[in-house]
Nanobody, 125 residues
Framework: QVQLVESGGGSVQAGGSLRLSCAAS????????MAWFRQAPGKEREGVAR????????YYADSVKGRFTISQDAAKNTVFLQMTSLKPEDPAMYYC??????????????????WGQGTQVAVSS
């Protein structure tokens, strides 16, 4: 089992920046890839960014390319999401997720077996 705890959420002005953190504990060696998802009220949960723990390979949703950056500190079992140029459409509950199963990772909610409790991100105009 892997336990995930997000932090760093808050409220910022449009155009501002925010850095989210996700700390993993438990059986951290089982993580194939880590991902950030977000879910706004009335919308489906969507993948934002993902990273392979083994080689730092990354993938981003088109909506955040060039604005968000996912990274990890492998020694500390922590993954980050650096969010810049935040827009009014970015507010949501942001979730950290871990996929244990090997192979290629995607943005399907069901493939991620461990989830954090979420951290709220708000953007004011």
């Amino acid at each position: 089992q892997v336990q995930l705890v997000e932090s760093g959420g808050g409220s910022v002005q449009a155009g501002g920046s925010l850095r989210l953190s996700c700390a993993a504990s438990g059986y951290t060696y089982s993580r194939n890839c880590m991902a950030w998802f977000r879910q706004a009220p009335g919308k489906e949960r969507e993948g934002v960014a993902r990273i392979y723990t083994s080689n730092d390979g990354t993938y981003y949703a088109d909506s955040v390319k060039g604005r968000f950056t996912i990274s990890q500190d492998a020694a500390k079992n922590t993954v980050f999401l650096q969010m810049t140029s935040l827009k009014p459409e970015d507010p949501a509950m942001y979730y950290c997720a871990a996929r244990s199963r090997g192979g290629t990772c995607y943005f399907s909610v069901d493939e991620y077996m461990s989830w954090g409790q979420g951290t709220q991100v708000a953007v004011s105009s």
